[in-house]
T-cell receptor
Framework: GQSLEQPSEVTAVEGAIVQINCTYQ??????LSWYQQHDGGAPTFLSY????GLEETGRFSSFLSRSDSYGYLLLQELQMKDSASYFC?????????FGAGTRLFVKA | GAGVSQSPSNKVTEKGKDVELRCDPI?????LYWYRQSLGQGLEFLIY????????KSGLPSDRFSAERTGGSVSTLTIQRTQQEDSAVYLC??????????????FGEGSRLTVL
């Protein structure tokens, strides 16, 4: 079948580093994306990995291992505004499927 | 327009009524998606349109749900004989992406449907 798994909640302290893991199971895999969604808002695109390795965009980095069907989102220098839900999503078979999301709480 | 536009932003209806939700994608975007998000949950894939190809309807939960896309642009999601479990935020997204591209979807603000 097709599925993604990610932790439901993560809590971290302002200024710290947090890693949100995602494992997936699918056929016809093209790439793994990450989206951020604040309460009441629309999901916004953060990053995309089509190849193995690390992609860095400012404070956010994303990693993919295709052989392990695994990826993660790394958030550095956490800020209070990073409190949101984070979704991993795979693109395959001409559509994008989302995980259930990880709720990140950033504490002062 | 500058972004994906959805209407109405909020819709309250009575059980058994039909509703139509509209999505106006970013100009030039060939791919259009509908997702459903219940409170505190993930995004449930409903349907995908790509250019003039037949849509991927594999996510539609029942035959009460249908969608069309006219002229490769505006899309309408129709829910017939609404049920209380249909209450959710319906999100539309569009993309320039073909399979294997950057994976970036642009989302609208959603239509919040409440079925009483």
């Amino acid at each position: 079948g097709q599925s993604l798994e990610q932790p439901s909640e993560v809590t971290a302290v302002e200024g710290a580093i947090v890693q949100i893991n995602c494992t997936y199971q699918t056929s016809g895999f093209y790439g793994l994306s990450w989206y951020q969604q604040h309460d009441g808002g629309a999901p916004t695109f953060l990053s995309y990995n089509a190849l193995d390795g690390l992609e860095e965009t400012g404070r956010f980095s994303s990693f993919l291992s295709r052989s392990d069907s695994y990826g993660y989102l790394l958030l550095q220098e956490l800020q209070m505004k990073d409190s949101a839900s984070y979704f991993c999503a795979y693109t395959g078979g001409f559509k994008t499927i989302f995980g259930a999301g990880t709720r990140l709480f950033v504490k002062a | 327009g500058a972004g994906v536009s959805q209407s109405p932003s909020n819709k309250v209806t009575e059980k058994g009524k039909d509703v139509e939700l509209r999505c106006d994608p970013i100009s030039g975007h060939t791919a259009l998606y509908w997702y459903r998000q219940s409170l505190g949950q993930g995004l449930e894939f409903l349907i995908y349109f790509q250019g003039n190809s037949a849509p991927d309807k594999s996510g539609l939960p029942s035959d009460r749900f249908s969608a069309e896309r006219t002229g490769g642009s505006v899309s309408t999601l129709t829910i017939q004989r609404t049920q209380q479990e249909d209450s959710a935020v319906y999100l539309c997204a569009s993309s320039t992406r073909l399979a294997g591209g950057t994976g970036e979807l642009f989302f609208g603000e959603g239509s919040r449907l409440t079925v009483l």
